[in-house]
């Protein structure tokens, strides 16, 4: 390599890290911060987000919940319900031959009338599953289950909250405090509709300590799966993949089953879990995810049956279960997102640029996270987002204030330039100027040019003064000459129209053989203009009228047209004179070809035209003369 090109690319490398330096420590602060847990909870809340805004799943006519409603304990007369009520709604379900009978209400206790009556078909019910509290509260407080139960009969009702109180989690077995392995609640349910279906429960293969059923392995969850930093992942604890919709489940109430107002064909072969699904009872769950009519509020049964129709809609529908990657590949992840958004600033130059796809790519983001939920994958998708926001927003704003420290650098250099041009030109021109006015006015009788020379030096001097204010880009003022300023904040077409008259008392020659003047100054669209478009179109005006005094010979009709036609806005000037409105080398071909010309004139239309993202034409009039129009969408554009 030689040394100039291996010096160029060093110097490339040096620079590309420099710029990329800032960009990098927020990909490590967001990095760190999420490893911290900082980002915890919004992640979870995005999460919640993302499986509630799924489209709606069918309803699991495979299980159907029982709610004893407030109506149901009114007519009862009594709370807890009687273990009487209790029997026989139990012997009343038996009857339509369900799979299971999943009881979501603690029996340890006898609640008279009816307790005997209850032991007894709770000896004789082989499909009944009662729940117990395994684990013990902060008092050291358990509930035991129904003594009349088998062990295999009894599933514990336990639930993890997460730090904001919603459940996210499913606990499947956990040890006791007598140290015995104890089953869900839910886990006793599938497993007995599932052995029904010739499909037994087992250990995992890939993961011994996770539990299978046929081919489908329940994945555990682990302290930093998906968005949880340091989680408690005790016992045996999958991801909660709740059903997305209004109605998941059937419900049909206790005072229902009694009168006998149910099609058997809901029940048999079925789950029927029985809960209280009443506020006053306090039987509640808190979830994110799940649709209700009070927000982040169900009953505890219906949390049962979600967790329950996971683990058979798993097995039998594949339904996906939730999984997440390994925290290497997430890292990755997080890190090819943040280099795209570094990316931004470094291919895009312009700001608007750089937010339109900073804008792209966080959509994008967002929805790749939400098609891999759909398809059981929980991405990480805060750290993302964050850091794409930091990096790509930041890079704008860097380059917005870049840019207004180059505008404010072009001004003073602008002004520096006009400056050095006028002393140079007071230093040589005018002052051969005013010596040969003098010589002039001393000659007696005065030469008839006099009053030409006298006239070309106040307009010099005034060109002056124009130029010096107006570059200053943000002067909200246009000075025309010596005889008016114009403010520009006043509408367009009021501007325009002050141009023409000043414009048109100028004594240019053949402005003054114009005898028929067509005028028409309509409102016009300038929410998409800045002061300087304002100011080009009306400086634009002027050298179009100024072309017709100067070159249109003979000229006796001025049309002037400042209007919208259709989506676009036009200024345009048609004269009927005979000569030529360019300024140099100008040519015309026939009637329908445009006017070629190199001159300053069209050189500053041609860039009006460029910012304004229009077109400007000078062509022929028919018969004779010629038009200059300058044409632009009255529609905003997107990076005005």
């Not at 009862?76 to 273990?83: S, V």
Request: proline share 5%; glycine share 8%; charged share 20%.
């Amino acid at each position: 390599m030689k040394p100039d090109r291996s010096q160029a690319v060093k110097a490339d490398i040096s620079t590309w890290w420099r710029g990329s330096l800032p960009g990098l420590m927020v990909i490590v602060a967001v990095m760190m911060a999420r490893l911290t847990g900082a980002l915890q909870f919004v992640e979870l809340v995005a999460f919640d987000r993302f499986l509630l805004l799924r489209p709606p799943e069918p309803m699991d006519e495979r299980i159907i919940i029982v709610g004893i409603t407030e109506e149901d304990i009114k007519r009862a007369k009594t709370y807890p319900i009687p273990d009487r009520e209790i029997a026989d709604l139990l012997k009343r379900l038996q009857t339509y031959e369900p799979i299971a009978i999943g009881l979501d209400i603690v029996r340890d206790i006898p609640v008279e009338p009816g307790h005997a009556e209850l032991a007894s078909v709770f000896r004789n019910s082989k499909n009944a599953i009662g729940v117990e509290i395994a684990l013990p509260d902060r008092n050291g407080f358990i509930v035991a289950p129904p003594p009349a139960l088998r062990s295999e009969q009894i599933g514990f009702a336990d639930f993890v909250l997460d730090g904001d109180g919603y459940q996210r989690r499913s606990l499947l077995g956990t040890y006791n405090d007598r140290q015995e392995y104890r089953f869900s609640f839910a886990i006793r349910l599938a497993e007995r509709y599932l052995a029904n279906r010739g499909i037994k429960a087992g250990n995992g293969i890939r993961d011994r300590e996770a539990m299978r059923f046929g081919n489908i392995e329940l994945t555990r969850m682990r302290p930093n799966s998906g968005g949880y930093v340091g989680a408690d992942a005790g016992g045996n604890q999958i991801l909660l993949n709740v059903r997305s919709g209004l109605a998941p489940f059937r419900v049909i109430s206790l005072a229902q089953i009694k009168a006998g107002k149910v099609d058997p064909n809901w029940i048999r072969g079925k789950i029927v879990l029985i809960g209280m699904m009443s506020f006053s009872a306090k039987d509640l769950a808190s979830s994110g995810a799940i649709a209700g009519i009070n927000p982040g509020r169900i009953y505890g049964v219906e949390m049962q049956a979600h967790e329950t129709s996971q683990i058979i809609s798993a097995v039998l529908d594949r339904r996906p279960l939730i999984q997440v990657w390994g925290d290497d590949w997430e890292t990755l992840w997080i890190g090819v997102w943040g280099l795209l958004g570094m990316s931004l600033g470094r291919f895009l130059r312009s700001p608007w640029k750089i937010l339109l796809g900073l804008l792209i790519a966080s959509i994008s983001s967002i929805a790749i996270c939400y098609g891999l939920i759909l398809m059981g994958w929980w991405m990480p998708i805060v750290p993302v987002f964050l850091i794409l926001v930091l990096n790509g927003a930041g890079r704008a704003a860097a380059l917005f204030y870049r840019h207004q420290q180059e505008l404010r650098l072009r001004l003073e250099e602008r002004q520096f330039a006009i400056e050095q041009t006028f002393n140079a030109i007071h230093s040589g021109p005018l002052q051969t100027l005013v010596v040969i006015l003098r010589t002039a006015q001393e000659q007696d009788p005065p030469p008839s040019f006099l009053t030409d020379l006298q006239r070309l030096n106040q307009e010099l001097r005034e060109v002056y003064g124009s130029v010096q204010r107006d570059a200053i880009a943000d002067e909200p003022h246009l000075r025309m000459g010596s005889a008016i300023e114009l403010a520009l904040q006043a509408p367009l077409h009021e501007l325009l129209y002050k141009v023409y008259s000043n414009t048109l008392e100028q004594e240019l020659p053949y402005l003054q053989t114009i005898k028929f003047k067509i005028v028409q100054f309509d409102p016009l669209n300038t929410e998409h203009l800045r002061l300087e478009h304002k100011r080009g179109l009306c400086r634009f005006l002027e050298e179009a009228l100024c072309n017709v005094g100067k070159h249109a010979i003979a000229a006796t009709r001025l049309t002037v047209i400042c209007t919208q036609e259709g989506d676009r806005q036009v200024i345009r000037v048609v004269d009927n004179g005979n000569g030529k409105l360019s300024e140099i080398e100008a040519t015309i071909q026939d009637s329908n070809t445009n006017i070629q010309s190199s001159g300053l004139g069209t050189q500053l239309a041609n860039n009006l035209a460029k910012q304004l993202g229009g077109t400007f034409r000078r062509y022929q009039n028919v018969p004779k003369g010629t038009v200059c129009e300058l044409s632009w969408s009255a529609k905003r554009r997107w990076f005005w």
